[in-house]
């Protein structure tokens, strides 16, 4: 379980990634001597939904102890108003809860809604504690669902999907909270936010891109790192290692998995010019496994020797699910990832992530108890494709049509880590130039930017594994018109050790001038991929 939490914590988004205003930022501050009355504000019902109440509570702030499963806390917060406002869909029996959190003194103008994790819809009071620390107004709805493992709400009681739930996660319930986290500050300031933006990780990248597509105007900038768009497609490829395991009958240790990632990152670490600990692009890395077969590993005290049945299950795990004529389906792990959070076993036995198996079992198979080792390689692409016929409609979240989001004037960053565990960048990549393919490449620059982070987690520029400041980035190209080149960000190399890079904005790439410290962003420069 502590596995799990590490993996799923990755997915709280702006623990480290909230902006932290800048002089020119606080030019918009309010400033008015007297705080806002904390008292609940007229709010209209947004279409298709009725208003079941409307409560304000002023709260001193302080600590903020996250709730749920990924707990986490957030220190030092000022007293604010916090408004939850419930909705219901007439005849869905739904209750969706729209928390708004707002600075009784020193907002700085800004609106900031929060996305979800896994299964979770919404923040927990980390990220909205921070965003209030940092002097916005904030806004979360938990949907009317759960946590983030929390899926009683999938089934009905003819074990059929809630389809009137799943809509509210899938979609709906992001823009009815963009819609009343405005009206409450109208409500309670007297005034609507200067600007809006939307932040999330994981589940809330996808919420992101989810605004972008289908609600345009909501906001003025949206930051979706690691996004879980293809949702239906993914979330199905993630159980591949078990599948891959489970039918060669072999589960490689932690150890040995470990042993291969290092080996991967070792050969592959000078496609930038320079060994620096980064795999630059592990799409490029073609590392073969089978190089390892008789090293011996040394875990937990005991001497284990990697076989040929281990390199034939990372290989097939590297590269992705096929079907059984060999059709590729989706990206793999990527080289260089942690294989232990898709891959992971104890005692001969798999231990699926917990994400993709309740997709399988629920979603899917609409039963609770189905037994995941039992899907064979044919199984698995017939899930795969069922997965997509049911489910690319309401959760997808792969239209690459954003033109009315350009026209909008909205701007959208997105960073990935190329070695996210989770959710394979490629998946994001291809996205990207669907887009572009779409719109053409200037179009799709003038207002979107992806970013791939070496060597970095789900979610890890968050804090976990480095840093960057995102949402900097995104308010100083929506408020002062700079796009960014690149994106300021610590990395963690493959020694633990932390170096500087600029990120290069898709599709450019990272290269060694060929002086320099390895550890300075100075000493790199972007390129096409062309010439890397």
């Known amino acids: 379980m502590k596995k799990v939490l590490t993996a799923l914590a990755a997915g709280v988004p702006l623990a480290a990634a909230v902006y932290l205003p800048t002089a020119s930022a606080e030019a918009q501050t309010t400033t008015a001597s007297t705080p806002p009355a904390c008292t609940a504000p007229a709010v209209k019902a947004p279409a298709g939904t009725a208003l079941e109440s409307v409560t304000a509570v002023r709260q001193e702030g302080g600590t903020i102890h996250g709730t749920g499963l990924l707990g986490g806390d957030v220190s030092g917060v000022p007293a604010f108003c916090q408004v939850t406002v419930t909705l219901t869909h007439p005849g869905d029996g739904d209750h969706a809860k729209v928390q708004t959190w707002l600075p009784l003194e020193k907002w700085n103008g800004r609106f900031q809604a929060i996305g979800g994790s896994a299964y979770g819809a919404g923040d927990n009071g980390v990220g909205l504690g921070t965003a209030v620390k940092s002097g916005y107004a904030a806004t979360t709805t938990d949907a009317g669902i759960g946590d983030v493992l929390d899926t009683s709400w999938v089934l009905d009681s003819g074990n059929q999907v809630n389809s009137a739930l799943l809509k509210n996660f899938a979609s709906r319930s992001q823009h009815e909270a963009a819609v009343v986290g405005k009206a409450v500050v109208d409500g309670v300031y007297g005034k609507r936010p200067a600007f809006s933006y939307f932040t999330g990780c994981s589940t809330g990248g996808r919420e992101g891109y989810m605004e972008a597509q289908r609600y345009p105007d909501d906001y003025d900038g949206i930051l979706a790192d690691a996004p879980a768009i293809n949702w239906d497609e993914f979330e199905v490829a993630t159980l591949w290692p078990q599948v891959v395991m489970n039918n060669e009958k072999t589960y490689p240790t932690n150890c040995e998995l470990n042993a291969f990632t ?271």
């Open 262 to 532: 290092a080996a991967a990152v070792k050969a592959c670490d000078k496609l930038d010019g320079v060994k620096d600990g980064l795999v630059n692009d592990a799409s490029r890395c073609d590392f073969d496994p089978r190089r390892l077969i008789g090293t011996k590993v040394v875990c937990e005290g005991r001497e284990l020797t990697i076989t040929a049945a281990d390199a034939a299950v990372v290989r097939k795990i590297w590269d992705g699910p096929r079907t059984t004529s060999g059709k590729k389906l989706w990206a793999g792990v990527p080289v260089g990832a942690d294989l232990n959070g898709l891959a992971g076993s104890k005692d001969g036995q798999g231990t699926p992530f917990p994400v993709p198996a309740l997709w399988v079992q629920l979603f899917l198979k609409k039963d609770p108890s189905f037994d995941l080792t039992k899907i064979t390689y044919s199984d698995f692409t017939q899930l795969f494709k069922q997965s997509q016929a049911e489910y690319d409609k309401v959760i997808g979240t792969d239209d690459p049509d954003l033109s009315d989001f350009r026209k909008s004037g909205g701007k959208l960053i997105s960073w990935q880590g190329q070695a996210d565990e989770f959710i394979p960048a490629q998946g994001t990549v291809d996205y990207r130039e669907q887009v572009q393919r779409k719109l053409g490449s200037k179009k799709t620059d003038d207002f979107y930017r992806l970013f791939l982070a070496p060597n970095t987690s789900h979610c890890g520029l968050n804090g976990q594994d480095g840093s960057a400041d995102g949402l900097a980035a995104l308010t100083n190209w929506v408020e002062h018109g700079k796009a960014p080149g690149t994106l300021p960000a610590t990395l963690i190399n493959a020694s633990g050790e932390s170096v500087e890079r600029d990120l290069c904005a898709y599709p450019a790439v990272s290269r060694y001038k060929g002086h320099g410290d390895p550890s300075l962003a100075s000493s790199f420069r972007c390129v096409s991929p062309s010439r890397h």
